[in-house]
Every structure is written in C-alpha cells, then in structure tokens.
C-alpha cells in the first residue's frame, strides 16, 4: 500500500508550515500524516456534488463597526513581549530577499 | 537588422490604494503617516494571540464606491479570505484579503490619450484587503519592523493587459488617482506610499510573419507615477533587446519579478521563493460575509460624482474650453466644483477659466490649499468675470482685483473702486480725450486715415495715447468704437 | 468547616457570601489551602494569584458589609482555562512558544467574570493550544484526574475539570473545539456546556479552530451552569461571530432552571451508542429510564453523516489551526530561538523548539490540506461533509426537543495509553465533534459511574441557541439523580 504523503511532501509541507523538523520527526509524521490521511479518505465514499461548503454556521451576516479612532496600546506596550527591539522598532536578522505578498 | 521585427506592447496594472479611512481595516487604531514606530498599534492589528478582527464599515462602502466608479458588478455576497505567507511585517502571518469572491469585478475605465481621445482599459476586480507594516533595512546586520501602517485598508484595482506603453499606463495611473480623489475615498498622495503600482509587462513581437511572446515580467511596488512609466518602457526596450540578442520566449510559466532601481533608471531581476506562491487562501473564520442589498447599494450609489473624465470632456463640449484647460480645471473635484459654481452663477466659463488657471491656482498653490479653501465665493468670482466682460476693468486688473479678493473676502467692484481701477467707459468724457490726442498727433491720424499697412498700427498707437492720457483707466473698448467713429 | 465550605456549589456559596454569612476571603482561602494541599498532586493549575485573588475577595466582602450591591458570582473564586487572555499572569496556552507571554488585554469573558465580581485564583492546565484529549499534550505540566491519578483527566481543558473535581475553585472556564469541555467534564465528573457558537464571545480565547471554539462553563450542577451561562453570554462587539441579541436573545438561563420541559421528546441514535464500552451504554439506557419515568417519550433518529464527523473535524480544525497559530513565530513576542542564522531560521527554529509535537502534527495536517492541489480534495469536501452533518441535526430536532448520546465511548484512560497513535486519540471524540460541526450546544452530566469508580458522562444536544431548554433538561436529570453530589478523594 502506497503512503498517503512521501517524506520529501512533509519536507514541504514543514517549509510551508515553517517547522524545523528532524529527520526523525519527518519519519514519524510520513507515518502518522499517512494513517490519518487514509482515513480521512473516507468522506470521498460520500457523494457531495449538490451540497454547499459551510465554512460557517451562523446565522448572520454583516458585522461592521463604525470608522471611529480607539487609542492604541502605545509603543512601549506594543513592544513589551518583543523578543528584540531595536529602539522603538521590532528586531529581526536582515531580511535579503522579498518574499511581501501584497 | 530589425527591420523585419514589428511589436506591440501588452501590459496589465495592479494598483494598491490606500483608502482614507479614519481607522485600521480591522481595529480602531488610527491611521498616521509619520506617526511614532509602532504607536498606532493595538492587540488586534499586532496580531496577538485571542484578537479578532471587526470590518470597518466606511472601508467596505469606499471600496464598493470605487468599484461603482470603475463600471465594475458589485457583489451583492462577498467574503474575507486569509492568504498565508511569511514575512515580518505580517504579524499574523496571513493577510485578510479577498479571494474567489471579490467585492467588484468585470469593469472599465476611460483614460486620457495624449491624442486627446479615450481609451477603454477593463477592470479585472477590485478587492479590499489590508496592509502589511514596514520592513526597514538598516545598516547594520539587521532589519527593523514597524507595525504602524499594518490592517490599513488597501483597495486592490487589477486591470486586464489592455495598455501598450508606458504613457497608457501613466494615464491610468493619474485618471485613477484624479477618481480616487473625486470620490474622497483616498488621498492618493504618492509621496506617502497611497499608491503602488505593479505593472505585467510583455511583447509579442512578430518577425518574419511569425509572432513571438516574451515572458511576462511583473514590475514591484513601484510607487510614483515616472518610475512606473519609465519601467514600463524600461521593461519594453529590455524585452525587446532580449529577444534579439538571445529569441528567448515565454515558456510554461517563466513569468519573473522584477523590482526598479531608480537610481539606476532600470530592472532588476529579483529573486522570489517559488514556495511563496503557495497562498493557501481559505475563507477567514473570524469574519462574517457581507451582502449588499439593494437599499444600501442605493445608498452607497447616491455618494458618486461626475468622474473627472466625463466632465473633462463635458468642458470641451459645453463650454467650448480647451483640452488642456478642461485638464486643469478637473484635476481635482474642488477646483471643478468651484469653476461650475462661477459658471453657475453667471460667470463666462472662458473667463473664469483663465482667473482660475492664470491667478486662482497660483494663489492656492502659494497658501498651500485648494482653490476652494481661499477665501474666495464662487459668486465673487463670475461677478469679477462679468467686470472683465463688461470692460468695467481690464484683464489685467481683473488679477490685480483676484489676488486682492482672496486675501480681503471684500467683492470685487468694492476692490476695483478701491484700488481706481474702473474703467472709464463714459464716451462723452472719452470723446474730448480723444478729440485731443487726435490733434496731438495728426502724422498718425493722417496714416490711418491713408489705409494699407500703416493703418492699423497707427490706430493702435492712438488707442495707446488715450488709455495713457486716463492713465489706463479708459476702456479700450469704448475707446476703440469712438476712434473708429471719428477716423472713419 | 473549610471541608464544607469545598463541597458548596457557586449558588450556594455566592448566597453564604452575599448573605454574609460565609466571607469571600475564608472562600478564597479555603480554595489555596486546597491548591496547595492537592494540586502537587493533581496538577490542574499553569498560575495561580493568590494575594490578588484574596485582594478581590477582600474588595467583595467589603462592599457586601457597606451594603453595596454585587455581581452573579460575588466573591466566588473561580478558575479560566490557559487560553484565555488575561492582563495579569502569563497566558500560555499550555506551550513553550507562549510561556512567557503577557496578554496586554483580558479576554471578554475575563472582564465579564470580573464585572460579575468572581474571584479569580487562576489558570488551569490544558492540552497545548488546545489540542488533545486527555490534557497530556501540555507543554509545562502534568494534569491528572482527581478520581484516579494513574489516569487522564481528559481534554484539552483537563485542568479546568481537574481543578472543579478535586474541588481547587468553584467553577471554572474552559473552551470546546471538538469535545475539549464535554469529555473532560464526563471523566472528570462534573459538569460541562459547549454554548451554541457565537453564544459567548471568543474575544481573547487563543483560538485553535476559529469555527469551531466555543468557551463554556465547567462547574459542579447544571444550576451553576446556568448560572456562569448568565455571565459570559452574549453579544460582544470585538467578535463579529459573536451573535447579536436581536438575532438570538440571552435569555436568564437561572430564571426557569427548575422548570422541566413538558412534552420532552428525547432522541437517541442506537447505532452510535453501540459504540460505546459497556458501562456507558449502561449508564445512558439508565439515565433514558429517568427521563421516561420524567414522562418523557424517547425517539431514534438517523445520523447517517455522523461516521464522517471525525474526518472532516480533523481537517476543519487543523486547517484552521495552521492558519491561526502561523502568528506564533519570534518576531513579534513568545519564544525566539537563541542565534538564528538568518530571518526564515527565526520562523523555524523557534516554532520547531517552542511547539509540542502534537501541535506540529496539526499545523502540518492542516497546511497540507489547505496546499495547494489538496484544497478541494480535503478542505473544501470536509466543508461540504460538515453542512450534511448539520443537516442530520436539523432533521433529527424537527422530531425531538433534544438528542442524547455518551460523551465520550470509554470513561477516563491511563496515562500514556494513546499517546503513541495520534489517530486512535481523534477517534475517542466520536460523539462530542459533531456538535461542533454544527454550531449547536452540548452538556455533559454526570450519569454513573464505571466498576472502577470512575465517573461517566450523559452528553444532551440541542438546537442552536436553546442552552435555556437544554440547561432545563439536564438539570431535570440532575434533580432524579445524586451522581453530581460524589467527590473525587484525591488523598
Ligand atoms: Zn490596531
């Protein structure tokens, strides 16, 4: 029986995910990623061509507030869990590249 | 060598605007340009743990506003997506955005030619999604970050790949800033990163009765109006000498990212992660979709002006005013509201048009405002036109008077009394200065009076004499008719 | 005296103190004489407050003596689970990556505990942001269940449970992704509502699965329950899933709590139960004899989606929970790793040392299933699963005023007996994620107890917004029935 998901897709997956992981580690979760993947498999003995995804139950839509200024917490607040500041600013090693998004 | 090669450019824009709202997109921190690092910051857009984010409702209705402007469908159901990536001023790791389901799509707007026509280009979408903070790069072997400008409101305009040079694409740039600004929805300012271009960029070149597609390149967050036009026809040369130099085509997908050294006047490849792309955009649980009945759609309809475009050439048409006139005026919503209230109000719209381009802005430009924040009253102004028009004062007083008025607020006749600078069109009056100057100078009235070349120059001199002798206070006008009386 | 005082629910000791009759200090005190005498052993506490929660108490008692009016929960010292944010203490969420982590915000539900006057002792233990069934997921302590310590308290707000069962506060807050209240509440022996979501606000609960969380009361009767209920719940407007009281009105769930429900039509769903061991199926065919002795008529209904529920949890869940703790990376606060070679390696290391490796499982799973070429395949399909779960709901409370099902198929396991098959872990959630899927509320009360004398849970369903009914029916059970009344002996 074929895995589910191959060591070199959890190394993505760890990348994507932003896990360090060890060799070991990427065994393991070949492994357990695998048996649950395979169960999961399930849900496609389900025919669910006319259902709607629901991403949520609630009933309700349109939760707005209004365009009204509330005070923020203030840098020395805003910095206080920072593993390194560097004056007022959060502080991380140089960033070469531009990985942005927007 | 190039002889046998023609090409056509093919070039699609994504902007960024940054709308003005009061607040974040999802918190109530204010937006401040300049404002102290990391002080307009709360838990919400610091990303902490347990925060939740609540739309902003103003951030919704400007964008659908824009959306509206751009001829887009608005959606009557739209969602909030998370797009997941990496990155230090992303605090949560994900950006609120939106994805499959945007708040506008399938639009057009019309853009200026230097011909003086339009251009149809196709709005593709138009989704509302926040900022990223900053990334400052120091000198040292680390970067600094800075959380201010994260969860501002950014209304995301992507175009379809109808532009074909630089100067189109500029157009679009400035006609969208010119909306923007008409609709008060953004302040548009480039010098504050409001808006930021990226331009996709390619050829298809044909030689040898073969057409060839050069890879498409994507320009980043380029943030003024040259270096996006310079980019692009930066991009179109680089293109075009790469195909020649070495045929490179596109292939599968070898679409590449390049960033704008401007110092440099060029573009540089930039290297992206091909991981980065992988978004997993999904629908954020936090948030609650929106529809838009039609009630409120009504609502937010009612908010929309003339876009500068149409009444640019409304100007043409209506009041006959030039091209390049109907420009200036329409720059911005203030400065046009203010030359059709004059206009409104009785003013001749050639004539206010000229106080408004030769004196008006000037004099706004010096008190670091819009023409309409002088003060100055529209009907002020078509009453100063009308003095012009009227020969109560001359053109060129006309100014004189203008500059006075936005620094007294007193009217225009008060000023022109004031000031003796009412014309004298009393012809009885008139007649006698004329009558003299005539026999002062009977060499001229002999060449007038002789016809040919002679004539009209004299006669010219002679209407000089008069004005001189009132001390230019005598209409022109008046002047000229009594001459013609007495010399024909 | 102090030994009485332990075995008082909130109502009864929220009357004492009101009355004047009991102190809120003594209360307090009592409560840390417990904490410190017990909680070596049981491990339910992350942090404790104690000079705090004894200034508080003194606040209550002093405003109670100048004849001030106080809040629902005067002078009653309760616990919150780690998850939930709080200005004072760290807030760790049981992780490595949050130990040092000082929320600069409370939690909605916080300020709402404190504006009801409570006395806060401190922050129970749980599975690592949530994550788990049985509490030893924590990644700073060890939680044991008060009625056997060789067992699990169950999860993941096992020290909520453990903290209420071996009588360490009054009452406690935990939160409910797939069962984590209802299943600790069952091996516990107390009792434990999930509110319908978007009942109370989750305005500084850590979240795990944003659709899916839900804070809810653990206390020792369905009363006190009711009784939390009218403190936390209701609109916020820092949560847009929070549901407005236009919308669904919060009613006073204390108001008609001693009131059945006439005409009860109680469903069960036969095929489901045959799954559980043999004294919980034992104890709920008991417990539906007290209800039909009550004059309620019994139904079976159909959940044929049901089988489906843990898969697509499992994918919901973990989907969102990779999204969500994406945050958790040492830039902005929480665990940096020492040297990082470079920026990404900031991201890697500290999350690879600060995370647990149930969570990286998760986050893994949940990327995955989100990536894409799986989106479709995983996420989308389990969207679509979790809308025919609700739907089985929605058929079955057109024929019933609730359904009744175990909480959980065994009562509380050994320490380390699934710690190795995460897989077998997910499928002990059989019965509580569904409730989950469909946003709809479900308690759990104590309804026997197995030959080891552990306890075992009765878990009622009911439709979207109907705590009230539901509170009103278990407490119905509750009143024929004196299972609430034991104690863990912890000694
Ligand atoms: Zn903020």
Redesign the pocket.
């Known amino acids: 029986m074929s895995e589910k998901i191959d060591q070199a897709q959890v190394k993505k997956v760890a990348m994507l995910s932003r896990l360090d992981l060890t060799d070991s580690e990427v065994a393991e979760f070949t492994t357990q990623l695998s048996a649950i993947l395979e169960y999961v498999e399930k849900m496609n003995t389900l025919d669910t061509e006319n259902v709607q995804p629901l991403a949520h139950c609630l009933p309700i839509t349109n939760c707005f507030r209004d365009d009204v200024v509330k005070e923020?917490l203030g840098t020395e607040k805003v910095l206080a869990n920072a593993p390194q500041r560097d004056e007022e600013f959060f502080k991380v090693p140089k960033i070469l590249d531009d990985n942005s998004g927007a | 060598m190039t002889s046998d090669i023609s090409y056509k450019v093919i070039v699609g824009l994504e902007i960024h605007v940054q709308l003005c709202t009061q607040t974040?997109m999802?918190?109530?921190?204010a937006l401040q340009f300049g404002a102290q690092p990391n002080s307009?910051?709360?838990?919400?857009?610091?990303g902490m743990p347990g925060v939740l984010p609540v739309m902003n409702k103003h951030a919704y209705e400007y964008s659908v506003l824009v959306g509206l402007a751009l001829n887009c469908k608005v959606a009557g159901f739209t969602k909030w997506d998370r797009k997941s990536y990496y990155y230090p001023d992303l605090p949560k790791n994900y950006q609120i955005s939106q994805y499959d389901l945007p708040l506008s799509e399938n639009g057009f707007i019309e853009i200026p030619l230097e011909s003086g026509e339009t251009k149809r280009i196709r709005i593709t979408r138009a989704h509302l999604e926040e900022d990223a903070g900053k990334n400052l790069h120091t000198a040292g072997n680390f970067s600094q970050v800075d959380l201010n400008r994260?969860?501002t409101p950014l209304l995301e305009i992507v175009t379809e790949p109808d532009m074909s040079s630089g100067a189109e694409v500029k157009a679009l740039a400035v006609e969208l800033q010119r909306m923007v600004r008409y609709l008060g929805v953004s302040e548009a300012d480039m010098q504050k990163g409001h808006m930021r271009f990226e331009p996709n960029i390619n050829l298809v070149i044909t030689k040898g009765g073969k057409e060839h597609k050069t890879a498409i390149v994507e320009v980043k967050n380029l943030n003024s109006f040259r270096a996006l036009e310079r980019s692009v026809d930066y991009e179109v040369q680089r293109q075009l000498d790469e195909f020649i130099d070495s045929g490179k085509v596109m292939e599968m997908g070898n679409k590449s990212t390049r960033g704008w050294d401007d110092d440099k006047q060029m573009t540089v490849l930039q290297r992206v992660k091909e991981e980065a792309h992988d978004y997993r955009y999904f629908p954020d649980p936090d948030l609650l979709p929106v529809e838009l009945d039609d009630a409120w759609l009504e609502q937010i309809k009612s908010q929309l002006c003339e876009l500068p475009i149409k009444k640019q050439i409304r100007y043409v048409s209506e009041y006959k005013l030039s091209d390049y006139d109907a420009g200036v005026l329409t720059a911005d919503r203030s400065t046009a509201e203010f030359f059709e209230e004059a206009v409104k109000a009785g003013g001749d719209p050639k004539r206010v048009c000229n106080l408004i381009t030769q004196v008006g802005l000037k004099l706004a430009n010096e008190a670091g405002c819009g023409i309409a924040e002088l003060s100055l009253t529209a009907e002020n102004m078509s009453e100063l036109a009308k003095m012009i028009d009227d020969g109560q004062v001359s053109a060129s007083a006309g100014n004189t008077i203008l500059e006075q008025m936005t620094k007294t607020d007193k009217a225009a006749q008060v000023i022109a009394e004031e000031l003796n600078l009412i014309q004298k069109s009393d012809a009885g009056e008139l007649e006698g200065i004329v009558e003299k100057v005539l026999a002062e100078n009977p060499k001229a009235v002999e060449d007038v009076k002789s016809g040919g070349k002679k004539s009209k120059k004299a006669q010219g001199f002679l209407l000089g004499q008069v004005i001189q002798k009132t001390k230019g206070q005598a209409n022109p006008k008046v002047v000229s008719e009594i001459l013609s009386k007495k010399l024909s | 005296m102090p030994n009485d005082l332990l075995n008082m629910d909130c109502k009864q000791l929220r009357e004492q103190i009101a009355a004047g009759k009991v102190k809120s200090v003594e209360a307090t005190q009592a409560v840390f004489k417990s904490i410190e005498k017990n909680d070596s052993k049981i491990g339910a506490y992350i942090s404790t407050f104690k000079e705090q929660a004894l200034a508080k108490a003194k606040e209550i008692d002093d405003k109670i003596a100048a004849g001030e009016s106080v809040g629902f929960l005067a002078g009653v010292p309760v616990a919150v689970k780690d998850n939930m944010c709080t200005t004072f203490g760290a807030t760790t969420c049981a992780s490595k990556i949050l130990e040092n982590f000082h929320a600069p915000y409370n939690a909605t539900v916080v300020e709402k505990l404190l504006a009801a006057d409570a006395v806060i002792i401190g922050k129970t233990n749980m599975d690592e942001f949530a994550m788990g069934s049985s509490t030893e997921n924590s990644g700073l302590k060890k939680t044991v269940n008060p009625w056997d310590a060789s067992r699990v308290p169950g999860g993941s707000s096992g020290g909520s449970t453990a903290a209420v069962a071996g009588r360490l506060c009054f009452a406690a807050l935990g939160s409910d992704t797939g069962g984590s209240i209802r299943q600790p509440a069952s091996f516990c022996g107390v009792v434990g509502l999930k509110p319908t979501y978007g009942r109370v606000s989750r305005y500084g609960l850590v979240a795990f699965g944003s659709s899916l969380d839900q804070i809810g009361p653990v206390t020792h009767t369905v009363t006190d329950a009711a009784l939390m209920m009218n403190v936390i719940a209701g609109h916020d407007v820092a949560d847009s899933t929070s549901v407005d009281e236009q919308n669904a009105p919060v009613c006073d769930y204390l108001e008609n709590i001693d009131k059945p429900i006439e005409k009860l039509k109680i469903a069960v769903v036969p095929e489901f139960n045959a799954g559980a061991d043999e004294p919980v199926q034992k104890a709920l065919s008991d417990a539906i004899e007290v209800y039909k002795k009550l004059g309620a008529e019994i139904v079976e209904v159909h959940m044929p989606h049901w089988d489906y529920a843990i898969a697509a949890y499992y994918m919901i869940a973990t989907a969102e929970a990779s999204s969500n703790l994406a945050r958790y990376d040492g830039v902005h606060y929480g665990h940096r790793t020492d040297n990082p070679g470079d920026y990404v390696e900031v991201y890697t290391k500290s999350r690879a040392e600060g995370f647990g490796k149930e969570v990286k499982r998760r986050i893994m799973l949940g990327t995955y299933a989100l990536s894409s070429g799986y989106y479709d395949a995983y996420y989308l399909k389990s969207l679509k699963v979790r809308n025919l779960i609700r739907g089985d709901f929605t058929s079955a409370f057109e024929k019933c005023d609730c359904v009744i099902t175990p909480v959980a198929p065994t009562t509380a396991f050994k320490a380390g007996e699934k710690t190795d098959d995460p897989l077998k872990m997910y499928l002990s959630d059989i019965y509580t994620i569904s409730a989950n899927l469909a946003g709809i509320p479900g308690i759990s009360v104590p309804c026997g107890f197995d030959e080891n004398n552990l306890p075992i849970g009765l878990q009622i369903l009911a439709p979207a917004f109907a705590e009230d009914k539901l509170l009103r029916i278990a407490r119905m059970f509750e009143k024929q029935t004196d299972w609430h009344t034991n104690r863990a002996t912890i000694d």
């Open positions: 923020s | 974040k999802f918190c109530g921190c307009r910051v709360c838990p919400v857009c610091l994260t969860g």
